[in-house]
């Protein structure tokens, strides 16, 4: 059956038979208050887990995770949630910060993931053109789908309806002028890069083949991605390479662009590609990490306002946590508009540190996990901002957003378009033992938020924190 037969035919069950799925299951419920999910791999190592801790706001490839809206001044952010702190079930949750009120609402169960406790099933998010709210699921593999979901009303989270249910990991929708594209990843022993598109959100084409590049043995590699869309004009990816299908070996970094809605693919400088991309030495390639033996963690992506893309990574010597894999250092690949150039920025110490950049004209910004962490060798650390006034040629520290953790940060996700004071979001958690996990936000000034972990009420005004004294105000 064909992929677009299969979602007509879901649609149509839904509407016969949604009213009362919803009715039975904790899905459009509301939880009384902004509870993270913890979470622990379970591999482990020397120095710790590969990555543990504080992962509500998981992965990378999970984009975007906040929008804000000019049309009704609200920021709407979803993120991988539980009932309680005790708790590890995975509830996909979706909440709203209101500008004109500076209050939270209570944040409502899009998607309840029974029996799932990992955040590789986290949601990402997409506001069509009438306002209705977009909720991607994340799946794993062919066991776990995924699934997409809308809003019963535009800017409005109190309801969501199933549209979907099909095999889709790590969605990143992007709203263009021409519809709905979303790159998205399948899993088949390697993790294989795909991408489908709609005109309207109801009807979506057949999943299409991104990348399945080999080694040079032939034998296939896997890869990751992150992508970004400019002006809704074009949209592109960053990707990485996993040799012979091994993601502890990622390496090298290729990029990809469409103008056309995915109807043909170019490289940077124009050169047409076909797909699926297959060739190790493609034009695509942008950095031969893989004759360095060089890992590469993707984190990031943008373009210029000439629509040149940029990609903030993270390289290491390797898979494990500690100090053999060090330095973890934070790179730029940028597009200059005549060549590639690439730029170091800081280091930190955990493959898995996670943060998000910005670019205006000159001056660009790095919001990241990059200060001393209260938990060394452990995903995330102390929130930092990072500048550079050359184009991300040369970077200096220009404040400190957390001090005096009593836990790690992690995951610090920007928002679509934000608005101060909420620009970017992340949550807090112990790497190496179970605990509490918060979100917090925040803003480029260095104004941070604590969303309430429990509320009384309906809505609440999120508490500002000085991470001066943090330990006093943390229960």
């Known amino acids: 059956m064909s992929k677009f037969i299969y979602k007509v035919l879901s649609l149509f069950f839904l509407l016969i038979f949604g009213k009362a799925s919803i009715a039975q299951s904790i899905e459009n419920k509301k939880i009384s208050g902004f509870r993270p999910i913890w979470f622990e791999l379970n591999q482990k190592y020397e120095y710790g887990d590969k990555y543990s801790g504080a992962l509500g706001t998981y992965t990378a490839k999970h984009r975007p995770l906040a929008i804000y809206s000019t049309v009704v001044n609200k920021t709407f952010f979803v993120y991988g949630g539980t009932k309680d702190y ?12 209101d500008h004109n009120s500076g209050k939270v609402s209570r944040p409502t169960v899009v998607s309840d993931k029974i029996g799932v406790d990992d ?36 800017y409005n989270i109190e309801g969501f309806i199933k549209l979907t249910e099909e095999e889709m990991t790590y969605p990143q929708p992007l709203k263009t002028k021409f519809g709905i594209f979303n790159f998205f990843t399948k899993y088949s022993g390697i993790r294989q890069l795909y991408f489908e598109k709609s005109y309207n959100g109801q009807l979506w084409t057949d999943d299409e083949l991104l990348a399945a590049i080999p080694n040079q043995a032939g034998e296939k590699s896997g890869h990751y991605q992150v992508s970004s869309n400019y002006k809704g004009e074009k949209v592109g990816t960053f990707f990485n390479r996993h040799p012979n299908g091994i993601v502890d070996k990622r390496t090298d970094l290729y990029y990809m662009e469409t103008s056309d809605f995915g109807k043909t693919w170019q490289t940077v400088d124009k050169k047409k590609l076909s797909l699926p991309v297959t060739n190790l030495n493609s034009p695509a ?17 943008v373009y210029d306002k000439n629509g040149n893309p940029i990609c903030l990574y993270l390289e290491s010597n390797g898979h494990q946590p500690g100090p053999n894999s060090a330095p ?16 170091n920025i800081t280091t930190s110490d955990h493959n898995y540190d996670m943060g998000s950049l910005w670019v205006d004209e000159n001056f660009w910004r790095l919001v990241a996990p990059v200060g001393i962490p209260p938990q060394k060798w452990g995903v995330g650390g102390e ?3 990072w500048s550079s006034i050359d184009k991300g040629h040369n970077w200096k520290k220009e404040k400190a957003i957390t001090k005096n953790s009593d836990f790690n940060h992690s995951y610090v996700r920007k928002v679509v378009d934000g608005k101060a004071p909420f620009v970017f979001f992340w949550a807090d958690g112990d790497p190496h033992e179970f605990s509490k996990s918060q979100l917090y936000f925040g803003d480029l000034k260095g104004n941070v938020f604590l969303l309430p972990y429990s509320m009384k009420d309906d809505f609440e005004k999120p508490e500002p924190i000085s991470f001066l004294n943090i330990k006093d105000k943390k229960q």
């Open 86 to 97: 005790d708790q590890k079930h995975l509830l996909c949750m979706i909440g709203v910060y």
């Open 119 to 154: 955040p590789h099933d986290n949601p990402s998010l997409l506001i069509d053109d009438d306002g209705f709210i977009w909720v991607f699921v994340s799946g794993r593999g062919k066991k776990r789908p995924g699934f997409k979901y809308k809003s019963l009303a535009p």
């Open 328 to 343: 973890y250092l934070w790179k730029v690949t940028l597009w200059n508009g005549f060549e590639w150039l690439t730029y």
């Open 285 to 301: 390639r942008v950095v031969n990490y893989n004759d360095a033996k060089k890992n590469i963690y993707l984190k990031d992506m």
């Open 383 to 385: 929130i930092e901002i």
